[in-house]
């Protein structure tokens, strides 16, 4: 795996599986990360099987795209991507297994899922992590567009975690929807992005849950398009993808 691979690495808590997370939210989730977890669809995770996705950057100097299938029930994950020469490369594995496995998936693959996850779903997060510091700063102005948000900062710890020390600053609406993300590294060694601020759109609903597809602005000053293709849910009960639409 290539070290542009690490594009836009985020810092998190290390967990064993979302599944303990998602179960202890409700007694943990400050007020303001609950309406925005719950504008997402959080009610219903409990009923997602399997969530496909393909992640995508686009950037000066740097275009990627890694697919992945998790499960979240088993944390079981699988992965298809690249490695630096352009050859395919699959893996398959259960993350609470994650020390047994090759190299290239604890160092590279597994942080990339992290990575990945967290950018696409991360407003379920700001009430799973239950070791962030989340702080409503009530109305700010938009760091892109025009007009004013409710800002709802989320700071991980300085120390766990890929990237310990991030800073998820969340713009939210009315309706609890993130209209704009700014984020800053913490205090990892080599960040390869500093701050990355875009704006969240291209809405899609897949099954119960709401998904942001289209993340457009600048990292480090230059511009950036993260995006999520072939978007996906597996309903417990059923064998079948639904699509985002």
Not at 86 to 109: F, H, M
Not at 215 to 221: Q, S
Request: proline residues 6%; glycine residues 10%.
């Amino acid at each position: 795996m290539t070290n542009s691979s690490r594009i836009i690495k985020i810092g998190f808590l290390v967990f064993g599986a979302l599944l303990l997370a998602s179960a202890t939210w409700a007694q943990n989730c400050p007020p303001a990360a609950e309406r925005i977890a719950k504008a997402y669809g959080l009610d219903s995770w409990g009923q997602i099987d399997g969530i496909r996705y393909t992640f995508n950057v686009d950037r000066p100097g740097l275009k990627l795209s890694r697919s992945w299938v998790w499960e979240p029930k088993t944390d079981h994950v699988t992965y298809e991507g690249k490695d630096k020469a352009g050859n395919p490369v699959k893996a398959t594995y259960v993350r609470s297994q994650l020390s047994s496995q090759p190299a290239d998936v604890k160092n590279e693959i597994d942080p990339g899922f992290v990575n990945d996850q967290y950018w696409l779903i991360f407003p379920f997060h700001t009430c799973w992590d239950t070791g962030a510091d989340v702080q409503d700063k009530g109305m700010q102005k938009l760091p892109l567009g025009k007009g004013s948000a409710r800002l709802v900062s989320v700071k991980y710890p300085s120390a766990g975690g890929y990237t310990p020390g991030d800073t998820w600053d969340l713009y939210v609406g009315t309706d609890d929807r993130v209209e704009e993300l700014l984020f800053r590294h913490g205090v990892s060694q080599k960040p390869v992005i500093k701050v990355t601020i875009v704006r969240w759109a291209g809405y899609k609903k897949a099954g119960p849950l709401l998904v942001s597809t289209d993340h457009r602005g600048t990292a480090d000053g230059k511009p950036v398009n993260i995006t999520f293709t072939n978007v996906a849910v597996k309903l417990t009960g059923s064998d079948t993808w639904v699509n985002a639409q």
